[in-house]
């Protein structure tokens, strides 16, 4: 059993359609780390359904709740304070987890720490970066070192943000003790990458969620098959408000609406339609299904296509990235979110990276979805500033990070 103030933060994570919780300690040690996934619940509809994500949500709560604490050999009393997603994310979704937060800490007398599930993600590398260098003795993390700017491109199913972010110490306190500074540099002006990934899975047939089914057939395919060009995914950086008047070829704005119809008018030029139906009439006989028995139902011109189409994502993400790092002078790049998930964009931009001499680092493949161990490690320099929530904290599904 842990001794009190050991530094424990349950985290609770439930902005979208997976429900987890975890206990962290001093932002750096994952004693649990319990996810229960949605994605048997939404794979019939090809996307999240916000009602039956909450009411999923409801029924898991307390159960991944219990097997968190559970996991950590710890009991409430042993919680120093209680960390929860407020926001982005799904209204319904983010309320059960943040009411269920709001009452465990009111009846512990705990603190509650509201966490932005952007900066969530983010935390998943410097959580496992403090880790490793606690581990090899070094005296502070890198990325603790005050000052030292982290571009972080966020890319999942609901964000493409690249942020610039940066530690800032408070003298008086301990070593660790200070605030994250985040500033949005880049962004979508319309889908996630996530989202034209998982769109044009289910547009070609393919499982849900569609990154790793696309992830996993791409490296079957010629990636440079498909003149899928740069300006279908160009930003479109003159729509007023958005990009300001930045030049497209300067822009670390992104757009993914443009490759997504082109994928869409491609299979109706080439009368792709009853392959993709038959694909999609066998998966859905086959609930079980993976993403490498998708392989043999698919014929080359689909392959060939599903690899252009991901090397034409990544490529646009690692070359805004590597744009953005230049402009804004950064000393490190972060990946994360869902689709840091996927092998080609890991290989690209580690290549880049290497060429740059430019450090970058990626979640472990547990930590680049949606967890809760993100959000307890987001929390701890909170509560070591003692920022904590009040007591009307509610869900604000478009929360933003930074200026
Ligand atoms: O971070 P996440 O779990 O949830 C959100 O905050 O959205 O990200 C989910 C997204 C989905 O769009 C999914 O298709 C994508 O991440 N994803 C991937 C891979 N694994 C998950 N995209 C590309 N390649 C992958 N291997
Ligand atoms: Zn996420």
Redesign the pocket.
């Known amino acids: 059993m842990p001794p009190l103030s050991a530094g424990l933060i349950l985290g609770i994570e439930s902005?979208?359609?997976?429900t987890a919780a975890s206990v962290v300690q001093r932002g750096t040690a994952i004693l649990s780390n319990v996810v229960a996934s949605q994605i048997r619940i939404h794979s019939p509809y090809g996307g999240v359904v916000p009602e039956l994500a909450s009411r999923e949500h409801l029924r898991n709560i307390l159960p991944v709740v219990r097997s968190a604490l559970a996991e950590a050999g710890a009991s409430y009393q042993d919680l120093d304070a209680v960390a929860v997603t407020e926001g982005p994310?799904l209204a319904g979704a983010l309320l059960v987890g943040i009411s269920f937060a709001k009452a465990l800490a009111f009846a512990l007398d705990k603190p509650l720490i509201a966490v932005n599930?952007l900066a969530g993600?983010i935390h998943a590398v410097l959580l496992e970066e403090a880790r490793r260098a606690g581990k090899s003795g070094e005296q502070a993390p890198e990325e603790l070192r005050p000052g030292r700017q982290v571009l972080a491109l966020?890319?999942?199913?609901?964000?493409t943000h690249l942020y610039l972010a940066r530690f800032e110490r408070t003298q008086q306190d301990g070593p660790d003790a200070g605030a994250w500074i985040y500033r949005n540099v880049g962004r979508t002006v319309d889908d996630?990458?996530?989202?034209?990934?998982?769109k044009v899975?289910k547009l070609l047939g393919l499982g849900?969620?569609?990154?790793?089914?696309?992830?996993?057939l791409a490296p079957h395919g010629n990636p440079e098959a498909m003149p899928f060009t740069f300006s279908q995914i160009k930003a479109k950086v003159h729509r007023k408000g958005e990009a300001g008047a930045l030049d497209p070829s300067e822009s670390t704005y992104f757009s993914f609406s443009g490759i997504k119809t082109a994928m869409l008018r491609y299979t109706k030029v080439y009368e792709m339609g009853p392959s993709i139906e038959a694909r999609r009439a066998v998966l859905a006989g086959s609930p079980d299904a993976k993403p490498a028995d998708a392989l043999p139902l698919c014929d080359k011109r689909t392959l060939d296509l599903i690899a252009s189409f991901?090397r034409s994502v990544v490529d646009d993400l690692r070359r805004k990235t590597f744009r953005a790092a230049e402009r804004w002078h950064a000393e490190r790049i972060i990946v994360?979110?869902?689709?840091?998930?996927?092998?080609?964009?890991r290989v690209r931009f580690t290549t880049e990276a290497g060429e740059r001499d430019l450090p970058i680092a990626f979640p472990s493949m547990a930590l680049?979805?949606?967890?809760a161990a993100m959000i307890a490690a987001a929390a701890w320099p909170k509560f070591l500033a003692g920022e904590f929530a009040a007591e009307a904290l509610t869900a604000e599904p478009s929360l933003k990070l930074g200026s």
Request: proline share 4%; with cysteine; hydrophobic share 30%.
């Open positions: 902005s979208c359609d997976e994310g599930h993600h966020v890319v999942s199913g609901g964000h996630a990458a996530g989202e034209a990934f998982d899975a849900y969620p569609g990154g790793p089914w696309i992830d996993a991901q994360s979110g869902g689709v840091a998930a996927n092998r080609e964009l680049s979805t949606d967890n």
